[in-house]
């Protein structure tokens, strides 16, 4: 069963700062509590307490809260009126859709003297003859009943045939509680039949597991797992439909069973998909082969630059903004990069070869991105670059103003880096590019060579 813990106090006190012993004020509703206790040492200056749609079957552990001024257990299994006379400060008692049949028991309420408002609305014993005449009668102290003020006038006719009704009480609440005696052995033989009718299932399939039927499975393993979850499936139906249409009668047993049964099947649709989780493969992030994948998982947003003036390349991923930092993990490879987001991977191959070591990762402040910054293992210097460009330009002047010693001069840049027209490789070009016999061939250069000699250098040209 379940009971009320530290832990779930603590975190319905948040507007208490999670403190307890001060607490004034807590609900504990729909938390499918079924034994109330420890509330009475944890929290002695409690004033309010809501425990409404729980399964509660008994009222206890409250006696020693002395400053409690209103209960509320509506909705719980709860029979008898029982262990609040402790709770002197007590004005307002809800006990709406209870299984109180025994209402004798409200005479445990003449202690609570400042008991000003009783609900029991939804109760067997609201239903008996004489009901509300009863608890007029028997609790002076009471101003108001199920939301009706109690007049004058009601508390003297009651008090005038309190006898009579109090004897037509006690023979409606006897039959009841005979009923509900049969009810609950009626109950206790159902569960029995269940737990058997169990018990054979279990049996029933073990059996199948014969040798031959381990072979066949063996044989036909994805086809034998298809039919499987299938009969499941079918049989799981058929079951929940027999459960909620067979008539049973509203009891604490009834309402017990029901809750179980709800629970059994949530915790059986959790393990089946805990087991997805489990069966489910890892995501492959390199082939068999050694080819790196592509892989965002986490599927963010991210963007690759190529950061031509530094010489490197700059990945920006897009993380959340409050995600903590050492929940990302910075893998740089020489080809590609891996960060491992709570987890799942992001991979990313590179367009060229990095260097892993002078790599470095920052958050930004701003946008909470992660910015990695991978320098290019092929170094380019601009630097050179640029004399290279300068003496492009110096030495095109020096040609021009000398051009007819273009043969004589030798620069001391490499040729292939200038881009300016080289004659005499053009010519060397068309000799090569020359197509024919030999002797044409050597015709054609001798008059390149004169061509070449009388050339006259024309500034305006």
């Known amino acids: 069963f379940i009971s009320v813990t530290e832990d779930l106090v603590r975190r319905r006190a948040e507007h208490n700062n999670c403190e307890i012993f001060s607490l004034e004020e807590i609900s504990l509703h729909q938390q499918e509590i079924e034994k109330l206790e420890y509330l009475d040492k944890w929290c002695r200056d409690l004033k309010i307490l809501y425990l409404q749609n729980n399964l509660i079957p008994k009222i206890e552990n409250v006696g020693k809260l002395k400053k409690l001024e209103y209960l509320n257990v509506a909705l719980n299994n709860i029979e008898r009126i029982e262990n609040l006379e402790g709770c002197e400060e007590l004005n307002k008692l809800d006990l709406t859709a209870n299984f109180i049949g025994e209402l004798s028991s409200i005479e445990a309420l003449k202690c609570n003297i400042h008991l000003k408002e009783l609900f029991l609305v939804g109760n067997p014993c609201t239903e008996f003859e004489g009901y509300r005449q009863y608890v007029v009668a028997t609790l002076p102290q009471l101003k108001c009943l199920d939301s009706k003020e109690i007049e004058r006038s009601d508390r003297i006719q009651a008090l005038q045939n309190y006898a009579e009704v109090k004897q037509k009480i006690r023979e409606q609440e006897q039959a009841y509680l005979l009923k509900r005696a049969r009810e609950k052995e009626e109950a206790q033989r159902k569960m029995q039949e269940r737990k058997d009718k169990k018990q054979n299932q279990i049996k029933t399939k073990l059996g199948f597991d014969s040798p031959d039927s381990l072979q066949n499975k063996e044989n036909h393993h994805a086809e034998g797992d298809r039919e499987q979850k299938m009969w499941r499936t079918v049989e799981d139906d058929e079951e929940d439909r027999r459960f909620w249409e067979e008539p049973t009668p509203y009891t604490p047993e009834s309402r017990l069973e029901t809750h179980r049964y709800i629970e059994e099947k949530r915790r059986a649709k959790d393990n089946i998909r805990e ?69 799942k991977p992001f991979q990313l191959v590179l367009p060229e070869e990095v260097k892993p070591d002078s790599s470095s990762a920052k958050r930004s402040q701003t946008t909470g991105h992660l910015v990695v910054s991978m320098p290019k293992a092929k170094e380019i210097t601009l630097a050179k670059q640029k004399v290279s460009t300068s003496i492009k330009h110096s030495d095109c002047s020096t040609l021009q103003k000398n051009a007819r010693s273009i043969q004589v001069e030798k620069l001391e840049v490499d040729p292939t880096k200038y881009s300016f027209p080289d004659v005499t490789k053009i010519i060397q070009e068309k000799e090569r590019i020359g197509q024919g016999p030999i002797r044409l061939q050597q015709e054609k250069t001798t008059e390149n060579k004169k061509s070449y000699v009388d050339f006259e250098n024309n500034e305006d040209v």
Request: charged share 30%; glycine share 2%; hydrophobic share 40%.
């Open 275 to 343: 087991s997805k989780k489990r069966e489910k493969p890892l995501r492959t992030l390199v082939t068999a082969e050694g080819k790196v994948l592509n892989v965002n998982v986490p599927k963010l947003h991210f963007s690759l630059k190529d950061d031509e003036e530094k010489n490197q390349i700059i990945l920006d991923l897009a993380v959340y903004r409050h995600l903590d930092t050492s929940l990302l993990d910075v893998d740089v490879q020489p080809t590609y990069i891996r960060v491992l987001v709570k987890g």
